[in-house]
């Protein structure tokens, strides 16, 4: 496996937080980074080597953006898999162009995970009005109609709860491909934050209990209040992903949890670093940033150990203004992730704390 020494130089697609936290990380390394976004506000440029302000369909610039660096890799699922092609023709793309395809459609992405024995929802899909008539019937009801693609902190999700939530479902998808899953009962939320290197070792971070207001991350707290027994067996799930998409980088491995049964039922996979691994830059031995550099560059993975009891919040919007409190309390690590707009719902900051009060 090809190894990147400290000093090399990282690409990453997309420029949001996720891309400045690994940048901030790289560079303790020595690595420069060199990101590509076509938005020329992106808060990763104001921490970069090397910025690109091109579309992702621009494939001179994306030619020019793949030579300059010894590997790239991606902070977001939707880059288009062309792009991503093109990029992985004139470097190392890690993670690779599999796993993008797979995580960016929710049919494939429940297809794989069944087919790699991990417990999901049960599904089916649609795209008519018929179709989707028939998927009521054979999910039952309650159930949650979700696109296949672009969705995100709840965008393009429907509750099918009676048969007059159909018109509403098709109106939400828009003749898009979807499907139709069935209403998990679960009592909380958990994320399992692990690597993959190059070489293949894997090491899973301490199970996330994660609260979400408004279909948006609010808190995630470690240790989750789950027994040691569905502990260990959500970090084998996600471990057993890694392993069968061949994976290379930090994802994220979404999960619902019944505590009376301790089934866990996988909801879904993000490929890249996750908001509910914020946790792990002051919290763990080695933060979820770092440790994607480590597995991209083929270096050892870093101890994932929690480093006490964890509270991490999302500061959305205009909360970001109000810092000062963050500020007089030595125990919260304030982050600001340098975006000039606080629109509602948008994540501007995250604070944490480590054995704090909270
Ligand atoms: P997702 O975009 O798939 O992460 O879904 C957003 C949120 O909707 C999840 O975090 C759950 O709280 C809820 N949700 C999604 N799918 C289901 C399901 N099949 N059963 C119950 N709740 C769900």
Do not use: L, N
């Given at each position: 496996m090809t190894q990147i020494a400290p000093g090399g130089t990282i690409g990453i697609l997309g420029g949001g937080q996720l891309g400045r936290m690994l940048a901030l990380a790289a560079a303790n390394f020595g690595y420069r980074c060199h990101i590509f976004c076509p938005?020329?506000?992106?808060?990763?440029f104001q921490v970069a080597t090397d910025v690109t302000v091109a579309d992702y369909e621009d494939e001179e610039a994306l030619e020019a953006f793949a030579r300059s660096v010894d590997v790239a890799t991606y902070e977001f699922e939707n880059v288009p898999a062309v792009t991503a092609e093109l990029v992985a023709r004139d470097t190392l793309l890690r993670p690779g162009v599999r796993a993008l395809k797979i995580t960016q459609d929710r049919l494939l992405e429940k297809e794989f995970l069944n087919a790699s024995g991990v417990k999901t929802a049960p599904y089916v899909a649609f795209q008519s009005a018929d179709e989707l008539k028939a998927a009521i019937k054979e999910i039952g009801r309650p159930a949650v109609a979700k696109t296949?693609?672009?969705?995100?902190?709840?965008?393009g999700q429907v509750m099918v709860k009676?048969?007059?939530?159909i018109d509403r479902v098709l109106e939400v998808t828009g003749g898009q491909p979807a499907i139709l899953e069935g209403f998990v009962t679960f009592d909380r939320e958990v994320s399992v934050v692990v690597a993959r290197s190059a070489s293949g070792d894997v090491a899973a971070f301490p199970v996330g209990e994660n609260v979400h207001t408004n279909h948006i991350l609010d808190t995630t707290t470690?240790?989750?209040?789950?027994?040691d027994m569905v502990e260990a067996r959500a970090k084998v799930k996600a471990t057993r992903v890694a392993n069968a998409l061949e994976y290379v980088g930090v994802m994220a491995v979404e999960m619902f949890v019944h505590d009376g049964s301790g089934e866990i039922v996988v909801n879904e996979i993000a490929p890249r670093v996750h908001n509910s691994g914020h946790w792990t830059i002051e919290g763990a031995e080695t933060s979820q940033f770092e440790q994607h550099i480590r597995a991209i560059c083929d270096l050892p993975l870093g101890a994932t150990d929690a480093r006490g009891s964890i509270l991490m919040k999302n500061l959305l919007g205009e909360e970001i203004l109000e810092f000062e409190p963050y500020l007089e309390d030595p125990k919260a690590h304030f982050h600001h992730y340098g975006k000039q707009d606080p629109r509602?719902?948008?994540?501007?900051g995250h604070v944490t704390w480590v054995n704090g009060n909270e």
């Open positions: 938005d020329k506000g992106s808060p990763a296949r693609r672009f969705g995100y902190d709840g965008k009676s048969r007059s939530d470690v240790p989750a209040k789950i027994s509602p719902g948008r994540k501007m």
